[in-house]
């Protein structure tokens, strides 16, 4: 699976940003995704993840209320829509893939990885 992720920018504290993660190679429906990120001096974190079809999700606590994932197999692409963004969002975001559809918080259960798409947020 090869993986584009896409939508990150330059955003004051308080808006909203939708970044896209557009897949192709292999068959979309196959993996779950998950969304990680990496901000500046620090290690990469689990965002939200889900699953193959799109009927389970999951966030991490900084996330959950703010961060929506979703996904939509007919475009082979999953999206994370943030809100209510603040400086503590600042990083660079990643999706990822995995073959296996039990969720896992660690980076390195996933299989497949986009270049990742940076997010800067100013207070």
């Known amino acids: 699976v090869q993986l584009q992720a896409s939508g990150g920018g330059l955003v004051q504290a308080g808006d909203s940003l939708r970044l896209s993660c557009a897949a192709s190679g292999r068959t979309f429906s196959s993996v779950a995704v998950a969304w990680f990120r990496q901000a500046p001096g620090k290690e990469r974190e689990f965002v939200a993840w889900i699953d193959r079809s799109g009927t389970s999700t999951a966030n991490s606590a900084s996330a959950k209320g703010r961060f929506t994932i979703s996904r939509d197999n007919t475009k082979n692409t999953v999206y994370l829509q943030m809100n209510s963004l603040n400086a503590e969002d600042t990083a660079v975001y990643y999706c990822?893939?995995?073959?296996?559809?039990?969720?896992?918080?660690?980076?390195?259960?996933?299989?497949?990885w986009g270049q990742g798409t940076l997010v800067t947020v100013s207070s």
């Open positions: 990822a893939a995995a073959l296996t559809e039990t969720i896992d918080f660690s980076s390195s259960a996933y299989d497949y």
